[in-house]
């Protein structure tokens, strides 16, 4: 039961541009939305991660952007590089569960130069 | 600092085998995660383990069981395997439960 939908599915902008991907959830009983970063033949990289009582963070050129109300977080990569080119997981963890994260289904973002 | 490390990195099984995986947590973590990662899908949440007891679990059969030794190492057995098991298995350390969650490589599976 898909509790995180994730788009789009795949991604391509040029060097220099923002990268953004959307994430959508149902449940209201999540309490930490962090986004991987995951390269083939690697395990997920924690790249930042979001509590619902704030709007929005940053870290370097990455941003998450949470909106509460709609229940809808996106990561923002701005001046995206080659070297970004990975798929990125957003995920939510339920109250209370303190470990167990719902993952999306992945965007494959490819930076061209 | 050595991150998380999975063994073996690569493993194939015949159907109806068992098999082993082993998960050395990040220096200093104590909680330990399983997720299986079917081919172009997110990780799926199997179990969690605490002070050497299962915590939480997902959604996942009893054929799926794990365990974790004193030094915070785990373990996740599969029985009776079957072609849908196909898949990268992902072992996560905490500093305790409710931390952010550090992610090995991974052990492939594939079920011939």
């Known amino acids: 039961q898909q509790q995180v939908k994730q788009s789009p599915q795949s991604l391509i902008v040029q060097k220099g541009g923002i990268s953004i991907i959307n994430c959508a959830y149902e449940n209201t009983a999540f309490d930490y939305f962090p986004w991987y970063q995951q390269f083939p033949g690697k395990g997920p990289a924690l790249l930042i991660a979001i509590r619902p009582d704030v709007s929005e963070k940053k870290e370097g050129r990455f941003t998450i952007s949470f909106n509460k109300s709609a229940k809808q977080f996106s990561l923002h990569i701005m001046d995206s590089q080659p070297g970004d080119s990975a798929t990125y997981f957003c995920?939510?963890?339920?109250?209370?569960?303190?470990?167990?994260?719902?993952f999306g289904t992945g965007t494959r973002l490819q930076v061209t130069l | 600092d050595a991150g998380v490390t999975q063994s073996p990195t690569h493993l194939i099984k015949t159907r109806g085998q068992q098999v082993t995986l082993r998960c050395s947590p990040k220096s200093g973590h104590d909680t330990v995660s399983w997720y299986q990662q079917a081919l172009g899908q997110g990780p799926q949440f199997i179990f969690q383990y605490y002070e050497e007891e299962e915590r939480q679990r997902g959604n996942f059969p009893d054929r799926f069981s794990g365990h974790q030794f004193p030094n915070y190492s785990s373990e996740l057995n599969v029985n009776a395997l079957l072609l849908g098991d196909s898949a990268l298995y992902l072992c996560?350390?905490?500093?305790?439960?409710?931390?952010?969650?550090?992610f090995g490589d991974g052990t492939r599976l594939s079920i011939l």
């Open positions: 996560a350390s905490s500093l305790t439960t409710g931390q952010p969650q550090h």
């Open positions: 995920a939510a963890r339920p109250t209370g569960t303190a470990s167990k994260l719902t």
